[in-house]
């Protein structure tokens, strides 16, 4: 197997403001996987979070990468990965984007899409919500309205601005914008337990569906000690990165966010969907900002959680690649053999 890695730029349409950031671009690198004439392909975005550059990146997917040279074929090595291996200091996001080529190539050689691979026998179609950064009443009116024409059925507002009245205000007029639409709220582990308190009855009162790690994260047990007493189901985030982390809270809040590049890839996520099973926390799947490539891998699972949060490529003022759909609300699998992807000058081409 030979591998190679190319980055590129991304740019959003619009910045994109949560209580800790704002953010107008992301690098991704993409990892690119060849064996006997077909190639894979897996993509790793940079995060000031999880503190991962492109340099980062590129350095250790390249390093990933030639060690797949010692790997008789593609199989052999997603093998290794599906056991949880290696164990080393290797970030979750380089292990996802390993695994995510390795998919998409395993996945073309069998002529079969990875949802398949992973046992599903349908292609996922799952109704993905859409964010809405902190950002003027104004704005954030007329977007839900968009969003709703559009066939949107979820809008996750973001929250944790620094006067509260504010939050409330931006989930009023969305509320009224798009009646018909489950919100959900995300003030990305802005608020003390008690302003939690104070608010969450408030916006249980305007309909929110349900709200992501309210708490400041690092302290498990306060985030479990709100979820008992919320009038809204609580989903962890940033309180839950990995399957001991997932352990440690399952039956003791509503939800858990799963990201791939946070959780380590495809199969660190449904050994985590194990975990939770039968104990009353329900899944999430959230994303990166990404392009189609980026979230693909997350797609083909979105049958398995009951919060779909897939639309980091719909952010982009271009993306990069296409296949996962996501323009009407609704992102989707398909039964293109591996991830089901392709770069969008390919897809024109082809239609020229």
């Not at 975005?45 to 340099?55: E, F, I, N």
């Not at 979820?154 to 007029?173: C, F, T």
């Not at 979820?227 to 962890?236: E, F, G």
């Not at 952010?315 to 089901?340: K, N, S, Y």
Request: proline share 6%; glycine share 10%.
């Amino acid at each position: 197997m030979k591998a190679g890695t190319r980055t590129v730029r991304l740019e959003l349409s619009e910045p994109l403001r949560i209580s800790r950031s704002t953010m107008s671009t992301r690098d991704a690198v993409w990892l690119s996987i060849e064996h006997e004439g077909l190639t894979g392909h897996g993509e790793a975005v940079s995060s000031v979070y999880y503190g991962l550059d492109a340099k980062t990146l590129e350095r250790l997917l390249a390093a990933a990468g030639a060690d797949l040279a010692r790997f008789p074929d593609p199989e052999c090595a997603l093998e290794m990965l599906r056991a949880g291996k290696p164990a080393d200091e290797t970030p979750a996001a380089v292990r996802a984007a390993v695994e995510a080529a390795l998919l998409d190539l395993v996945g073309k050689r069998a002529g079969s899409p990875v949802h398949r691979l992973l046992g599903a026998p349908r292609a996922p179609v799952a109704a993905t919500a859409r964010t809405i950064g902190i950002t003027s009443l104004l704005h954030a009116a007329a977007e839900a309205r968009r969003l709703a024409a559009r066939g949107f059925q979820v809008i996750k507002l973001k929250a944790g601005s620094p006067d509260a009245e504010e939050d409330i205000e931006r989930v009023r007029v969305v509320r009224d914008a798009a009646p018909h639409a489950r919100l959900l709220l995300d003030p990305n582990g802005a608020w003390t337990r008690n302003r939690a308190e104070a608010l969450l009855p408030r916006f249980a009162d305007l309909g929110v569906h349900a709200v992501e790690q309210p708490l400041v994260p690092g302290d498990p047990e306060s985030l479990a000690a709100l979820a008992a007493r919320s009038p809204l189901p609580v989903i962890a985030d940033e309180d839950a990165v990995g399957p001991e982390d997932v352990r440690r809270l399952a039956g003791r809040v509503h939800g858990v966010n799963v990201k791939l590049a946070k959780c380590g890839g495809v199969h660190a996520a449904l050994r985590i969907a194990e975990t939770v099973a039968g104990s009353g926390t329900e899944l999430m799947l959230g994303c990166l900002t990404a392009s189609s490539l980026g979230l693909a891998p997350a797609v083909h699972l979105a049958d398995r959680a009951r919060w779909a949060d897939l639309d980091g490529h719909l952010l982009l003022a271009h993306d990069p690649w296409t296949g996962i759909g996501g323009e009407d609300g609704f992102v989707r699998a398909g039964d293109l053999p591996g991830l089901g992807v392709e770069p969008r000058e390919v897809r024109r081409d082809d239609m020229a």
